[in-house]
């Protein structure tokens, strides 16, 4: 018998020895389950260019967002009970994660969930919002421009790190900030459009101006996702 197949006999009579109540068996460590992973960018890091930079991109991407799902990954790791569940369930309900893990997912669940969110949200070119949202959206801020000039004054004045949004809260549209990288799904609005004020979105190419930064980011607005995803709230 070669070496190879006394280890598979092995694992066979362990595995046998397993099926068998109360026998002593070595316990197969079961294969890792990693439940969440960066999922892909919608465009290449240069797209957005000038408006976003490319290494911008590139950093917010490969280093900020992968770092959220990798310690997003270890908090589930920790707290195996929450396997399986989705992000938006996660964030929905706050309270009832184990206080363990509780605020490692709040903080990068949520970056996790804002930025698979942002990265949608971005796109050259798009077309104006219409529809129902284009609608609704000049019913509650007056035109475009006027909404925009409201989300920018409230985005610009953010202390610190967080996001600005246009989220709908039950009741109608309205414009929010959340800290650090807590979501609007915690406090049970539905996010539509979000923009990321934390200094690593903007500071290479942008330093320390981010009205600027907003100003640029308005050109890349995705509508065209922001106008399909408020067709399908609630769904
Ligand atoms: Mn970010």
Redesign the pocket.
């Known amino acids: 018998m070669t070496r190879r197949q006394a280890l598979k006999t092995t694992a066979l009579v362990t595995a046998a020895a397993a099926a068998v109540p109360g026998a002593m068996a070595q316990v197969p460590v079961p294969t890792p389950i990693i439940p969440f992973s960066l999922p892909p960018l919608p465009y290449g890091f240069n797209d957005l260019e000038p408006y976003i930079d490319a290494r911008t991109m590139e950093v ?1 991407y490969t280093k ?2 992968q770092a959220y799902v990798d310690n997003l990954n270890k908090a589930i790791a920790a707290t195996p009970e929450l396997t399986g569940k989705t992000i938006e369930a996660l964030l929905t309900h706050l309270n009832s994660l184990p206080e363990k893990t509780r605020t490692a997912i709040r903080n990068h669940g949520g ?1 996790h969930y ?2 698979s969110l ?1 990265w949608q949200m971005l796109k050259k070119n798009s077309s104006l919002p219409s529809g129902a949202f284009g609608d609704d959206l000049t019913k509650t801020f007056g035109n475009l421009s006027d909404f925009k000039n409201q989300f920018s004054e409230i985005a610009v004045k953010i202390f610190g790190s967080g996001w600005a949004w246009l989220t709908h809260d039950g009741k109608g549209l309205i414009i929010e900030t959340t800290p650090n ?1 807590d979501t609007p799904l915690s406090a049970g609005h539905y996010p539509l459009l979000g923009l ?1 004020v ?1 200094e ?2 903007y500071y290479l190419k942008h330093e320390n101006k981010r009205a600027d930064y907003i100003g640029d980011w308005w050109s890349v607005v995705n509508w065209e996702f922001v106008t399909d995803r408020y067709a399908k709230m609630g769904s």
Do not use: R, S
Request: cysteine-free.
């Open positions: 917010h900020h967002h970056g804002n930025h942002f990288q990321d934390w690593h979105a």
